[in-house]
């Protein structure tokens, strides 16, 4: 905290291209880093590249679609890109680093949820199964752009939505899946998060890739880390993978007040709301 009303937010991600085209992967990239600012209810100021690239196995053609990509969605969100470091990796990656200011009494913290409150996801998951089922060739046209657009969507208007309605406590919804994620927020805040697994949304195309066999080396990680804390109930084997389903940049989740869930539906008319905070129970997550 620099001043009464002035903060500072700051994260770091990078990872592997999960999609061909660089100027795509840069801003899927992009708007994946910037989302940890938008989780808190900050407002991104300045961003650097972070950039392992494999020197003479491509062209440096592909770095420059790939930082451009960044750059448009960093200035997307209104901040700036301000340097970066580069090294010869023997694998291409590509993030940032982000620094953001936010006001110390209107932070989203995982710690703040309270009984009541009502659970609202605002992107469909599945990216990790349609990213896969991609590189397997198995993913038609309609889906693919469905995928792209929802990775290249800034979390930007649903964390300030979040905040015009009150609500103090959101997550968003990355690699440990939906599930992974909110388990932090049921420990912190001493509270178990009860979700409604026939509410949640996912892309097109999900069940499908499902059904024909796709399977995440992450998602198998996230069942194992999850086993102990999640009340899994009678949930069927589809909706168990799409649950622990590893995302990338996906949407936020956030516990919303309950006399202003319509209001912030209104506000992002893409969210759903899947759930509720109860008092804390045996296990942290149930599905009901």
Not at 28 to 57: C, H, Q, R, Y
Not at 153 to 164: C, E, I
Not at 176 to 197: E, K, N
Not at 205 to 213: I, L, Q
Request: aromatic share 4%; charged share 20%; proline share 5%.
């Amino acid at each position: 905290m620099l001043s009464d009303d002035l903060a500072l937010v700051q994260t770091v991600d990078f990872f592997a291209p999960i999609v061909d085209d660089p100027f795509l992967f840069g801003q899927i990239a992009a708007a994946n880093a910037l989302s940890d600012v938008f989780a808190m209810g900050g407002e991104p100021l300045t961003a650097m590249n972070i950039v392992g690239f494999p020197s003479g196995k491509l062209p440096v053609s592909v770095l420059t679609e790939i930082l451009r990509g960044g750059q448009e969605k960093v200035h997307e969100a209104g901040a700036l890109i301000v340097g970066g470091h580069t090294i010869i990796d023997e694998e291409l990656k590509y993030g940032l680093s982000v620094t953001g200011r936010v006001h110390p009494q209107r932070i989203l913290s995982n710690a703040n949820a309270k009984v009541g409150d009502r659970l609202v996801l605002t992107k469909p998951l599945g990216t990790a199964l349609l990213a896969t089922a991609m590189k397997q060739g198995n993913l038609g046209t309609e889906e693919a752009s469905a995928l792209y657009a929802s990775m290249c969507k800034l979390n930007a208007a649903a964390s300030r939505a979040a905040l015009a309605v009150g609500a103090r406590c959101a997550t968003d919804v990355t690699g440990f899946g939906l599930l992974g994620h909110p388990s932090h927020i049921a420990a912190a805040s001493g509270v178990t998060l009860r979700f409604d697994p026939l509410r949640i949304p996912t892309l097109p195309g999900v069940e499908a890739a499902w059904s024909r066999g796709t399977r995440t080396g992450g998602a198998d990680r996230n069942s194992t880390y999850l086993e102990s804390l999640v009340d899994f109930g009678s949930a069927t084997e589809l909706q168990r993978a799409i649950l622990v389903d590893p995302q990338t940049s996906g949407g936020l989740l956030v516990a919303v007040p309950p006399d202003r869930v319509a209001e912030y539906l209104s506000l992002i008319p893409e969210a759903v709301e899947i759930g509720e905070v109860l008092a804390k129970q045996t296990r942290g997550l149930l599905l009901a």
